[in-house]
């Protein structure tokens, strides 16, 4: 009788911290895709690859999340198909900024404003700072998938950093150089961030 109290007890405690998990994991999967729309649409706007690239990275992020999610109480067969398939879709969205990004670097392009760039990625820093708390407070932050949540979500914070200085460099330098710079580098993160995706798939 005892062990099967024990058991009861034991399933439900597992079953609130998949469902806490579950809160914490929307709530960032939320903040990263907003950030995501926000970031790409300004930096179309704006002219700036530096926030095209990060936005593309909020979207790598919110497909971890994902299967994050799906990882928490998920079949493995789901997991690893919607893995393969962000992964694969991360990898196409960055060749098309590469692309982007030489023929911004050989023509004659405008200057990206770097007044939206420099707002839009203090708020996406504050964003990121936001979505480390949260994962922090997780009780199940030891767990691999987790674990890789978070790497991503700091490596977000320095990108961030990075289209800050690159808005402050277009300003002084008066050339786009700093931001087609700066969004080859994350277009670069967005694709090591796929292959690690690609990793989880199999």
């Given at each position: 009788?005892?062990?099967?109290?024990?058991?009861?007890?034991?399933?439900?405690?597992?079953?609130?911290?998949?469902?806490?998990?579950?809160?914490?994991?929307?709530?960032?999967?939320?903040?990263?895709?907003?950030?995501?729309?926000?970031?790409?649409?300004?930096?179309?706007?704006?002219?700036?690859?530096?926030?095209?690239?990060?936005?593309?990275?909020?979207l790598a992020d919110s497909f971890v999340y994902?299967?994050?999610?799906?990882?928490?109480?998920?079949?493995?067969?789901?997991?690893?198909?919607?893995?393969?398939?962000?992964?694969?879709?991360?990898?196409?969205?960055?060749?098309?900024?590469?692309?982007?990004?030489?023929?911004?670097?050989?023509?004659?392009?405008?200057?990206?404003?770097?007044?939206?760039?420099?707002?839009?990625?203090?708020?996406?820093?504050?964003?990121?700072?936001?979505?480390?708390?949260?994962?922090?407070?997780?009780?199940?932050?030891?767990?691999?998938?987790?674990?890789?949540?978070?790497?991503?979500?700091?490596?977000?914070?320095?990108?961030?950093?990075?289209?800050?200085?690159?808005?402050?460099?277009?300003?002084?330098?008066?050339?786009?150089?700093?931001?087609?710079?700066?969004?080859?580098?994350?277009?670069?993160?967005?694709?090591?961030?796929?292959?690690?995706?690609?990793?989880?798939?199999?």
């Amino acid at each position: 009788m005892e062990k099967k109290i024990s058991t009861e007890q034991t399933d439900q405690t597992e079953f609130k911290e998949n469902e806490n998990q579950k809160k914490l994991l929307w709530s960032v999967l939320a903040i990263n895709f907003a950030f995501f729309i926000i970031e790409m649409t300004t930096g179309i706007i704006s002219k700036s690859m530096g926030l095209v690239a990060d936005s593309l990275d909020m979207l790598a992020d919110s497909f971890v999340y994902g299967i994050s999610l799906f990882a928490v109480g998920g079949t493995v067969i789901k997991k690893k198909r919607i893995a393969k398939l962000a992964g694969y879709f991360q990898i196409i969205l960055a060749i098309i900024g590469f692309v982007e990004v030489l023929r911004r670097f050989f023509g004659n392009e405008k200057l990206p404003d770097f007044s939206t760039m420099i707002i839009v990625s203090i708020f996406a820093l504050i964003a990121n700072g936001i979505c480390l708390y949260i994962l922090q407070k997780s009780k199940s932050k030891e767990e691999a998938h987790m674990k890789a949540s978070m790497i991503f979500t700091s490596n977000d914070v320095i990108i961030n950093l990075g289209v800050i200085i690159a808005g402050i460099l277009v300003h002084y330098l008066s050339s786009n150089k700093p931001d087609l710079i700066i969004g080859t580098i994350v277009f670069a993160l967005v694709i090591q961030g796929a292959f690690r995706i690609l990793k989880l798939s199999k």
